[in-house]
């Protein structure tokens, strides 16, 4: 599918010092009276559109301001969100979700299941661009034809229909979702942030700024935005129309924006912050012991892209001699300082397989596809890679840029390469990019290789092997191979559990052996809270659920 790049960076956003939806004394009774939670979990955030997000600290703050169809609680399990309760069918197919009476949007107008219908066409819809797009709603019945029926090339051989998307409002009151086939975790992506619903009159005023502005952010989450000072904060009020209010115990939470772990660092320390993402990592040996200091598994990897479509990196030999360079138990032991996990894999810990084991115990034969303990062999092979493809000790071989944004272990890691790669006779420079501009130069392919890495929405192999099926919107290093597409669509359509997860296995041979990506690490979170926040909880996709937090006096 061809997509459109339409993305809002938050650096040239100017925001109103207002409400959602109107004046501050119409959203909120005007006032944020109560107890003020602040937090730090990243810069400028890139969009904080639902539909439009990729990023772990975009998620987080749309967490803050929507809910969708379903949540997600302290156990990692499914709840009721916006619907009181769904229904599945028989035969997996129909979905049916009931919605809790008389919901509104921050602005105090009512919601409907319209509202699920619109937001999730526009998710589909190629002209938005959503990355997730395919993620989230390519199982629904009708996608293929509703977004343009893409031929194998990914060009619309017709012109896109969202009527056509199976998704419909019986009433008012009840959404039907019909699948193109089973989908076992479809409650999870009815929990996603992607699918959360929007606003349409503020779409329909406002355009793509409907989200750059405080006033015309409207949502319907515990949350709404009161105030947006680019590099400064973003400013969550409690949401007087959310139908849970009463539940919410803090008046609102102050999130700083800021791209230096050291300044996040010192906010902690003189009580500004309770809670920050951004540990300077020379801090790290220091904390150790201290009950404020928490690492946290998550389900994700940190990698490198390399752009396919660049001649550098079109031969597969070439991919892997650049991954069988790096020391990952160097980078993961001494620069990132023990807090993540040397990745020989690309699916990593708490991954389940079909029957509840670890998926990377069971594959390749249960050895790791890169030795991390013996990278002196890894080199050597690295170097005759290098040889075969045309490229002996480096000779012929182009000066390539490593993109990075400047935040935790990245710098480090990009210096790092520098060296490792040098071992080959490459020379490679590096390119800090700020993070608001850093993701969309990913995502449209304007680099050689780059620093990236992915969380889990759910916890299911395809929510990271589908990110490099070639139409994905998140598929940032362009790889296109036609027999992984097809093990990935022989998966969608495989009913068998086990069968099912024996075709993943192969999808992960495959990309590992093509080197489309180089795993790094596997994630951990590292973080402060503070002990006086009670009723938090961390959650293993990455987020900070503080939303029913309270502060104790």
């Known amino acids: 599918m061809k997509r459109i790049l339409s993305v809002v960076l938050a650096g040239a956003l100017i925001f109103a010092l207002a ?31 639902p539909a439009l997000n990729s990023t772990v600290d975009g998620g987080n703050y749309i967490l803050f301001a929507f809910e969708g169809l379903l949540s997600i609680d302290e156990h990692n399990k499914v709840q009721p969100g916006s619907a009181e309760s769904w229904s599945v069918s028989d035969d997996g197919l129909v979905w049916t979700f009931t919605l809790r009476d008389g919901l509104k949007w921050s602005d105090g107008s009512a919601m409907t299941a319209e509202d699920f219908v619109y937001s999730w066409q526009r998710v589909a819809d190629p002209n938005t661009a ?57 409650d999870k992506l009815a929990a996603f942030a992607t699918l959360s619903p929007v606003n349409k009159a503020t779409i329909d005023a406002n355009g793509d700024a409907w989200a750059t502005e405080a006033a015309s952010y409207i949502c319907n989450g515990p ?6 000072v680019p590099s400064s904060y973003i400013l969550f009020t409690k949401n ?11 008046g609102s939470i102050k999130a700083l924006l800021m791209e230096d772990p050291n300044a996040a660092y010192s906010a902690y320390q003189t009580g500004e912050a309770l809670l920050i993402k951004d540990v300077p990592t020379e801090e790290i040996a220091s904390l150790d012991g201290n009950a404020e200091f928490y690492i946290s598994p998550t389900l994700g990897t940190y990698y490198l892209s390399v752009n396919t479509q660049r001649d550098a990196f079109k031969d597969p030999r070439v991919r892997q001699a650049l991954s069988l360079a790096i020391d990952r138990k160097y980078v993961a032991d001494a620069i990132m300082g023990g807090v993540y996990t040397a990745a020989g894999n690309l699916l990593g810990t708490g991954v389940a397989d079909w029957d509840g084991s670890e998926f990377k115990d069971n594959a390749n034969g249960g050895k790791p596809y890169i030795d991390v303990e013996n990278h002196a062999a890894n080199v050597a092979r690295a170097k005759e890679l290098m040889a075969e493809a045309g490229y002996p000790n480096g000779e012929g071989y182009p000066i390539i840029t490593y993109s990075t944004n400047d935040a935790g272990f990245h710098k480090a890691v990009a210096e790092y390469l520098q060296q490792a790669w040098k071992e080959l006779g490459i020379t490679l420079n590096v390119e800090v990019v700020e993070w608001s501009s850093f993701t969309p ?11 990236n890495g992915w969380l889990f929405d759910y916890n299911d192999p395809t929510n990271m092997l589908d990110l490099f099926y070639s139409t994905n919107g998140n598929n940032d290093g362009k790889y296109n191979n036609p027999e992984y597409d097809a093990l990935l669509d022989a998966a969608r359509n495989t009913l068998d559990p086990q069968a099912r997860f024996a075709i993943l296995h ?26 006086k926040v009670t009723g938090w909880w961390h959650s293993p996709y990455g987020y900070w659920y503080v939303q029913y937090a309270d502060i104790a006096e």
């Open 19 to 49: 409400s959602c939806g109107g004046s501050k004394d119409n959203a909120a009774g005007g006032s944020t009276a109560g107890k003020q939670l602040v937090i730090e979990i990243g810069p400028n955030p890139e969009t904080i559109d």
């Open 441 to 451: 130069l990913r995502r449209a392919g304007e680099y050689d290789a780059a620093r």
């Open 223 to 228: 949350f709404y935005i009161s105030e947006w």
């Open 506 to 531: 192969q999808a992960e041979d495959l990309i590992m052996a093509d080197a489309g990506m180089i795993p790094v690490a596997w994630y951990n979170d590292f973080y402060l809270m503070s002990n």
């Open 240 to 250: 007087p129309n959310y139908w849970n209010a009463d539940a919410i115990k803090l």
């Open 130 to 186: 959503a990355p997730y797009g395919e993620t989230v709603l390519g199982m629904v019945a009708g996608y293929k034809e509703a977004i343009g029926n893409p031929d194998a090339d990914g060009n619309l051989t017709t012109e896109p229909d969202m009527s056509k998307l199976g998704v419909k409002a019986l009433d008012a009151k009840t959404l039907q979702v019909t699948l193109a086939y089973p989908c076992p975790y479809f």
